[in-house]
Nanobody, 132 residues
Framework: EVQLVESGDVSVQPGGSLRLSCIAS????????MGWYRQRPGTECKLVAS???????TYADSVKGRFTISRGNAKNTAYLQMNSLNHEDTSVYYC??????????????????????????WGQGTQVTVSS
């Protein structure tokens, strides 16, 4: 079983920056793709950013130019640098990776609750609050 452990909940003022981290258990784990999702109350789970083993990235339009995803050298870590944060970025952020060795890419819209989507492994969730 793969376990993803995220950094703790954090609050930041509008315009501020922060970095989320995620570490997958097992030094030999080599996920084909890792990513960060977010889900606000009453909304569906959506992929914010993803990064492949080769370093190629994708971003949701709402965070392009502000967020940067990166991956550790061992390929079992992922980070999300978040800049120019605004109130709309307030959400629970989930680190995630694929469960199946045959899967290629993370789903951009799993639907429902993020953690209920069984095609992925999920971190515990990080509450990011952007507030004055």
């Amino acid at each position: 079983e793969v376990q993803l452990v995220e950094s703790g909940d954090v609050s930041v003022q509008p315009g501020g920056s922060l970095r989320l981290s995620c570490i997958a258990s097992g030094s030999t784990f080599d996920a084909p793709e890792m990513g960060w999702y977010r889900q606000r109350p009453g909304t569906e789970c959506k992929l914010v950013a993803s990064i492949s083993r080769d370093g190629s990235t994708t971003y949701a339009d709402s965070v392009k130019g502000r967020f940067t995803i990166s991956r550790g050298n061992a390929k079992n870590t992922a980070y999300l640098q978040m800049n120019s944060l605004n109130h709309e970025d307030t959400s629970v952020y989930y680190c995630s990776t694929l469960r199946s060795p045959t899967s290629r890419h993370l789903s951009p819209r799993p639907g429902g609750a993020c953690i209920a989507y069984d095609d992925n492994y999920w971190g515990q969730g990080t509450q990011v609050t952007v507030s004055s």
